[in-house]
């Protein structure tokens, strides 16, 4: 038996390079529906945003404009409209979401805008929504909020503010060694072993320069002393997070951290930071995406 | 006007993962003719290795058997024939080549072992061949051997012998990172800027652990501040290579430091190791392999 798909009163989109996630939400924050598909920003041209929209949410439109609002890479120049970034210093949440241009009348779209630092240069788009979430539900925090993930964002929060930032490319740089170079051939695809993880961040933090030589031995030790796919898999994680942790040690040394993120990723994080002396705490990265996407639609309304 | 090919009295082999040179030698080790393929150890079934060879070498043999020596990853696992790899500390070369399976009786291919350290794990395919040649034209060499490459090896070599090596996956990751990371819209694929790879050594070795953000920094700039491709490909050699040689240090200082390789290679690593002080001598990597193919085939026909 097939239902009526539920009307949104409004939807929330988290669109990023490779994904496309919609929810239909109720006025008061519930969720009534959700879909998602893999019309990422990186496949779609231009014109072609609209439509891989529509494809996923036009069961929850009504006959009038129904708000949208996106974040993520849909924001980039490659995307969908250009939101220029805000800079650091700056509030994770912005009143000033970029309208796209929506042919549909149906469709009323609003961008979040990116946020950039100008020195030491960096940027991110999607995570300031995140940040945005978890500072609505904790609005008295003041720490620091890691977001591990294909390029793991470190920010400083202060007083309902983004002080400063640094993004690391540990997941891209993971998924490149295990998937695409001779690592692949040692490198299980699953499988994970906790005390070979612990090894190697510990390793990774003490001489983080000697990563690019720990990796081959990944390899060589694969070849003479029959290494196990799934320990070289969790060692070379773990040499990847223990260089971040070595690097981003200002952020974490000392300072409230809270992990954002997929769970698998902010349990290997959080077991790192523990075993550093660190005692972070853990939220949930859709939750936070979403409660980001539902605070910039309240400030919407109250704005216009 | 075509000329009847040379005969070869011995052939010499080069064959690595991805490419397959062979030289057509004269007793008295001059080359007279020479040729590659694409035919490297990776496209490579069990069966397809001597076709392989035929195809590039057939011109070159008479009547009788000819010897054919290779190195490389022809003697690897997935090769034509295992050459078990020999242990460190041991001489460069040793007389115990193996024999691959030809079946054509006009070859008579004998294959280079490889060199392994049982702790840490490292292993090496080829390289080995070029410390030989080195060896051989340098008999009283006590230093340091470093061969940048896909896989960067740095080697300890005293009284004849590989005393110690280390393996750094540093071309492999230059080519993952340029070439298939977020970086590749920012980093050109060729051009270079001669201060920007000077500063990032220098910014690698006083702080090897930022490397996953200083690589971040790169898409950053590029998009906040215009950084130019050119300049970015030599910010991300610098930094890969800073950080090879703040790992490396044991190895070049206070030693004879001698660069095996491509001169391109070879030239960034002396411009990066003389900037610290260090003052390396640069060797041919096809020569050096052309000699340690020349000094394995005299001491198999001494031993035969």
């Known amino acids: 038996m097939s239902s009526k798909p539920a009307k949104a009163d409004w939807i929330a989109v988290d669109w990023g390079t490779s994904h496309l996630r919609a929810w239909a939400m109720a006025a008061d924050g519930s969720v009534r529906d959700q879909g998602q598909s893999a019309d990422g ?33 849909v924001g980039s120049r490659q995307g969908w409209t250009e939101a220029p970034y805000r800079a650091v210093p700056c509030t994770a949440l912005d009143t000033g979401l970029v309208r796209a241009p929506a042919r549909d009348l149906r469709l009323d779209v609003r961008v979040i805008p990116g946020v950039k630092q100008d020195s030491p240069a960096d940027v991110m788009r999607g995570e300031e929504t995140q940040v945005a ?26 007083a309902g503010e983004i002080v400063s ?18 690592l692949r051939h040692s490198v299980a695809t699953e499988g994970w072993d906790a005390g070979a993880f612990a090894a190697a961040v510990s390793d990774a933090i003490a001489k983080p320069e000697a990563l690019a030589a720990r990796f081959f031995s990944l390899r060589a030790e694969a070849l003479l002393h029959d290494l196990q796919g799934d320990t070289a898999r969790a060692r070379l994680s773990g040499l990847l997070i223990g260089a971040e942790l070595a690097a981003a040690k200002p952020y974490w040394l000392g300072q409230d951290v809270t992990l954002i993120g997929a769970s698998s990723l902010t349990g290997s994080y959080a077991a790192a930071l523990t075993a550093q002396g660190a005692r972070p705490t853990i939220a949930n990265g859709s939750a936070m995406t979403l409660a980001g996407l539902t605070a910039a639609y309240r400030s919407l309304k109250d704005s216009t």
Chains 1, 2 share one sequence.
Request: hydrophobic share 40%; net charge negative.
């Open 165 to 182: 930032f640094r993004t690391f490319m540990t997941g891209e740089m993971f998924a490149l060694l295990s998937g695409q170079s001779v």
């Open 133 to 158: 979430g978890y500072i609505a539900q904790n609005p008295d925090f003041d720490g620091v909020l890691c977001l591990p993930g294909t390029h793991s964002k470190w920010a400083h929060i202060s």
């Open 41 to 73: 920003m990186g496949r779609l041209s231009p014109d072609r945003f609209e439509p891989a929209l529509l494809d996923l949410v036009h069961g929850w439109l009504g006959g009038g404009p129904t708000k949208v609002v996106a974040c993520g890479m």
